[in-house]
């Protein structure tokens, strides 16, 4: 149902931006956000924004400034653009969808959990 892609091997000070693919309905109606998780580290929110896009997390100090999620429901897409890249932002990233509204219930936008739909990742690798 969310096809990521767009991961790859990216120098220091890069850009790279991901996609994925929702394929079971429009976006518009869903929270959606992109997760990362780092060998041996738990899943982190790295940006996410509510249904009706009046609402976003910025992902913890480590990111903010440098990544930003956006959607275009025409092509029922979502894409995380990821600028200034640093090799501690190595890892699976992943796209997550909400459609239980377990985001807007708990007020809580970062947490995986309240996500039920799920890519299945695409590695960043940042390196010189």
């Known amino acids: 149902q969310l096809q990521a892609s767009g991961g790859g091997l990216v120098q220091p000070g890069g850009s790279l931006r991901l996609s994925c693919t929702f394929s079971?309905?429009?976006?518009?109606?869903?929270?959606i956000g992109w997760f990362r998780q780092a060998p041996g580290k738990a899943r982190e929110g790295v940006s996410t924004i509510n249904a009706r896009g009046d609402y976003r997390y910025r992902g913890v100090d480590s990111v903010r400034g440098r990544f930003t999620i956006s959607r275009n429901s025409a092509k029922n897409v979502m894409y995380l653009q990821m600028n200034s890249l640093k090799p501690e932002d190595t890892a699976v990233y992943y796209c997550?969808?909400?459609?239980?509204?377990?985001?807007?219930?708990?007020?809580?936008?970062?947490?995986?959990?309240?996500?039920?739909?799920w890519g299945q990742g695409t590695l960043v690798t940042v390196s010189s």
């Open positions: 079971t309905s429009t976006l518009d109606y869903y929270a």
């Open positions: 997550a969808a909400d459609g239980a509204g377990h985001t807007y219930n708990s007020g809580n936008y970062n947490v995986p959990e309240n996500y039920d739909y």
